[in-house]
């Protein structure tokens, strides 16, 4: 019977170091419902714990545990990092560009004061922080094409600001604290299945739903705006890949990572090959000021070189991906 003891004890050792256990905050979002299937598959559905300030659909509740958690209580991110033994945090709670814009108090609260208790938690409960920041973490003044990971940046966004905060932050408490802070700047991220909540490069999302509803669409940026893409799967890759990565592999805690780059034009000429009908029309707005101050073309090459960041998919791989989910669940 000891000896079972004993046996199921290591075990279970072996099964936490094998496993981390996770917490993924504002996980209802475009990035949080993929990533928490992905990381379930890899690491045990009872190891990941999604949460969010919504009241999740039914099949998210299926697929595993959710929690609500509000990022603005302390109390609330505590009692379950405590209560999950949580050793990997996945902080995506965040107002993104356009709506930031929009109430930027409600931003400031958000995406600074939550940052600031999700590090404070992760320094205290030593967890490994994975924070997403953005090609919006630069500015006008930034070299935009290509963008490196060390340039100047001086966002004009609450989002940017924000997110050059956040960057800085992390970085402080790894070289003060120890916390295991990584961080990787995103482009627009395409997913058909969730949709983005309110960022300046959602039109390359928005567009394939109208050209499957109304064979066209209205662009808010002019057709001639470059910014760097991705596709979700090669995203979600990404923070797994950085998430795994041995600490001696990490020569910088914040890396551009990037797939492709592409105009309104260039993306409806892409469409065009599978709907030939589908016309598009420019009305730009105040996003057409952010995008052109974003990057159009991002360097990655160090996270390329450091950890072996290689996405997968292309432009037109992100077009067929799209219009085969999209036909599939048109309903
Ligand atoms: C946004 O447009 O705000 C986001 C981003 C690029 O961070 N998609």
Redesign the pocket.
């Given at each position: 019977l000891i000896r079972q003891f004993a046996l199921t004890i290591h075990r279970r050792q072996l099964h936490d170091k094998a496993h981390p256990r996770i917490l993924i905050t504002g996980g209802c979002g475009q990035l949080g419902v993929p990533l928490a299937k992905r990381l379930r598959q890899l690491y045990g559905t009872e190891n990941v714990v999604l949460s969010d300030i919504v009241r999740p659909s039914d099949e998210l509740l299926r697929q595993g545990t959710y929690r609500y958690a509000d990022v603005m209580d302390v109390k609330q991110v505590q009692e379950l990092l405590v209560n999950n033994q949580i050793d990997w945090l996945i902080h995506l709670s965040a107002l993104?560009?356009?709506v930031?814009e929009r109430d930027v108090p409600l931003a400031m609260k958000l995406n600074i004061e939550g940052t600031h208790n999700i590090l404070e938690l992760a320094r205290k409960y030593k967890c490994r922080l994975f924070i997403p920041s953005?090609?919006?973490a630069f500015g006008p003044e930034s070299p935009r094409n290509p963008t490196p990971d060390f340039c100047i940046q001086r966002p004009r966004t609450i989002?940017g600001v924000s997110?050059v905060h956040a960057e800085l932050l992390g970085e402080y408490f790894f070289h003060r604290y120890g916390v295991d802070f990584r961080c990787l700047r995103?482009?627009?991220?395409i997913s058909a299945d969730t949709k983005?909540g309110?960022?300046?490069?959602?039109y390359a999302i928005e567009i394939f739903h109208e050209a499957l509803k109304a064979g066209a669409y209205k662009c808010y940026l002019r057709g001639n705006t470059r910014?760097p893409m991705m596709w979700i799967d090669d995203c979600i890759q990404s923070i797994v890949d950085i998430m795994e990565a041995p600490d001696s592999k990490l020569k910088q805690r914040t890396y551009n990572v990037s797939a492709m780059s592409f105009t309104p034009d260039e993306l409806t000429k892409a469409i065009q090959k599978y709907k030939p009908n589908f016309k598009i029309s420019y009305q730009p707005d105040d996003r057409q000021k952010?995008a052109d101050s974003?990057p159009e073309v991002f360097d990655d090459h160090n996270a390329r070189e450091h950890w072996k960041w290689n996405p997968k998919v292309d432009l037109d791989g992100l077009v067929q991906r799209m219009f085969e989910y999209l036909e599939k669940h048109k309903n």
């Open positions: 993104l560009s356009a930031g953005t090609i919006g989002y997110k995103f482009p627009g991220i983005p309110g960022g300046t490069t959602d910014l952010i974003w």
